[in-house]
C-alpha cells in the first residue's frame, strides 16, 4: 500500500513507523498525489523546486516544501524533539490558540517523515469544516421551486 493511499490515522502512524529514512521514492509518491488536485501551470516552480530538494536529499526541506504545495491552507505549528522522537504539528490557523484550533500531530525519530506524517493526516482530513452560528441554507434542486405570487392586497 502506498503511503498516499492510507485515509486513516492509525494507518498513518503504523506505516510511517516501519520507514526508517526518507526516500526519494517516498516524496515522489507524495509529489505524484499532490499534483493531481491542482492546475499544472501554477505548480511548475514550487514543483521544479521539490524536485532539487529531493535531488540534493534535502529532506526537512522537502517535506516543508511538500506542505506548501500540496496543503497550502495548513501550517506548520510546532516541531519539537522529545524523548528521541520529533513531534510535529500542523494547524490551518497558527494564530489561534491551540485548543480551538483544529491540529494534526504526528511523530517519528526523523524530522522530515514526522513532518510527511502529519501531512498525510491532514491531507485524509479533507475540507476545512465551517464554524459559524448560523447554519448554512440548505441548497435543494432546481425543479422544486415553483414561483408564487406574494403581494399582499389586503
Known amino acids: ?16 513507523a516501519d ?14 498525489d499532490a499534483c493531481r488536485s491542482d492546475v499544472p ?14 535531488a540534493c536529499c534535502a529532506w526537512n526541506d522537502a517535506a516543508l516544501a511538500l506542505l ?18 520529533w513531534h510535529s504539528s500542523l494547524s490551518r490557523h497558527r494564530d489561534m490558540p491551540e485548543w480551538l484550533d483544529d491540529t494534526i500531530e504526528a511523530h517519528h525519530a526523523n524530522m522530515a ?5 502529519a501531512i498525510v493526516e491532514a491531507a ?21 421551486f415553483e414561483p408564487m405570487l406574494s403581494d399582499n392586497f389586503a
Do not use: C
Request: hydrophobic share 45%; aromatic share 6%; proline share 8%.
Open 113 to 117: 517523515l514526522a513532518i510527511l506524517a
Open 19 to 32: 520507514i526508517e529514512t526518507p526516500t526519494a521514492a517516498l516524496f515522489n509518491d507524495l509529489l505524484a
Open 124 to 144: 485524509s482530513h479533507g475540507q476545512p469544516r465551517r464554524l459559524t452560528s448560523v447554519p448554512a441554507p440548505r441548497t435543494a434542486d432546481a425543479g422544486s
Open 68 to 85: 506548501a504545495l500540496k496543503l497550502p491552507q495548513w501550517q506548520l505549528r510546532r516541531l519539537v524533539y522529545d524523548d528521541g522522537e
Open 1 to 16: 500500500m502506498s503511503v498516499s493511499q492510507i485515509h486513516d490515522f492509525p494507518a498513518v502512524d503504523h506505516a510511517f
Open 41 to 54: 501551470m501554477r505548480q511548475a516552480l514550487p514543483v521544479a523546486r521539490l524536485k532539487q530538494l529531493i
